[in-house]
């Protein structure tokens, strides 16, 4: 009999009643074939391991998180809510100490969801994962995060969502932004200016394999990791960095994920992408469960794979070895700001343009940040898009100081009396509340 050393929940959720259309790669057999492999190797047979249904999540979860225009409802259906409820149901089951490692393996996924939502990019429209990290933070005080996201595609709606936050780390290890979508996620992509240093982007060249990934983890994550100290870590594990993966261009096997999540030890994995139906999910979830609960997994291969097929040549693993050691450097000595910040009045402001290629929607954003001495400063978004005009998106944050819950009331009354905005969405973190206007 096979003994765990850790007891292992799984969330299961294939959104049978979700697609972008049929025959689309991210569609319900992604999730549907690895349950079979998990079934028929017995897993749920070993003391320790057991499937769970999901939680739905309420819209109050999403709004604790996103400026959603013109309202939640509009722009998700209730597979979303229920894959964000998975995420939570795998957290609870940490938390209340019930298990003591999870797996998400639900189905929409959410890490190109942004902090303003008019609509789906990159097969997202809620992120799934800051869902979870908020009501955490929410409803067990927790503070500290790390959030690692293993998806070959960059995260890119998560880095937006918390590139103010010096209390989340956010590292991304991908394929490199000039070669695959979204195009982001570069070594100089580091945080906004009170939370410099905790974004990390680790930008991997084409057809990296095993020893480049690994590499990467061993030497970057895992000391950034020890020395941020995080409360729980997060996996956003896209699978679809396998050799096999039709929309991507990277070598990494079932093994070497195996491997990844043994030197990440998260708390929490959710799944992200992965389009290798057949031949990649199965075999790659398998030997993470396997990994996360301690048990072997060097069994777990390929019927396809060839190690000595996919060796790098020492040149590209000397391109790997210097990113990382930049990447290092952006956390342990983060260098300063190369150019002035755009300012009006007290607000630090950057300007954004937003494809939702899900959607076939263009927003244009203005964000403005209040430059606070005492916590991170009020976060005002003014939003518009292809889809819906004027918004506005007010959040005062976790932490906030007395003078920004202050500031951030002001602003949502003001902005009503104004008129200017169709739709004001109000966030008071540390008020538990959100508050919307529409004409």
Known sequence: MQRVKNKIGVVFFPAFDWAIFPTHPERQERLLYTMDQLKEEGVFDIPGIREYKPDVAGIKDVERVHFCFPDVESNITDSHLISAGGTIKAARLIMEKEKQKAFALVRPPG???????????????????????????????????????????????????????????????????????????????????????????????????????????????????????????????????????????????????????????????VLEGGYSIQGALPYVNLGIVLSLAGLDYSYVK??????????????????????????????????????????????????????YDTSYIIERQREFVLDCDNCRGVIKIYSSSSRVKDCLGIEVPVGACDKCIKRGEEEFIEAKKKGRFRHIQFIDRPGKRVLRYDK
Request: net charge negative; charged share 25%; proline share 7%.
């Open 111 to 269: 890490h190109h969801s942004m902090k303003v939502v008019h609509g789906g990019r990159g097969f997202c429209n809620i992120n799934i994962e800051a869902i979870m990290v908020e009501y955490l933070r929410e409803r067990y005080g927790i503070r500290k995060v790390a959030i690692v996201d293993t998806d070959c595609h960059h995260g890119d709606g998560t880095q937006d969502i918390y590139w103010h936050d010096p209390d989340v780390l956010y590292i991304s290890i991908h394929q490199d932004g000039r070669t695959l979508y979204p195009g982001t996620g570069f070594t100089g992509e580091m945080g906004g200016p009170k939370a410099r240093g905790k974004t990390i982007n680790i930008p991997l060249p084409p057809h990296t394999s095993d020893e480049g990934f690994l590499y990467a983890m061993e030497n970057v994550v895992r000391p950034i990791l020890d020395d941020f100290q995080p409360e729980i870590v997060v996996n956003s594990a896209g699978q679809d960095n396998h050799f096999t993966d039709p929309i991507t261009n990277m070598d990494f096997s079932a093994s070497g994920y195996a491997r990844l999540s043994e030197i990440l030890d998260p708390d929490l994995v």
């Open 302 to 355: 390929e019927p396809n794979y060839d190690p000595d097929e996919f060796r790098m040549d020492k040149r590209t693993m000397d391109y790997i070895k210097r990113t990382c050691e930049k990447c290092v450097g952006s956390y342990f000595s983060t260098p300063p700001l190369e150019i002035a910040l755009d300012r009006d009045g007290d607000w630090i402001v950057r300007s954004k343009e937003i494809f």
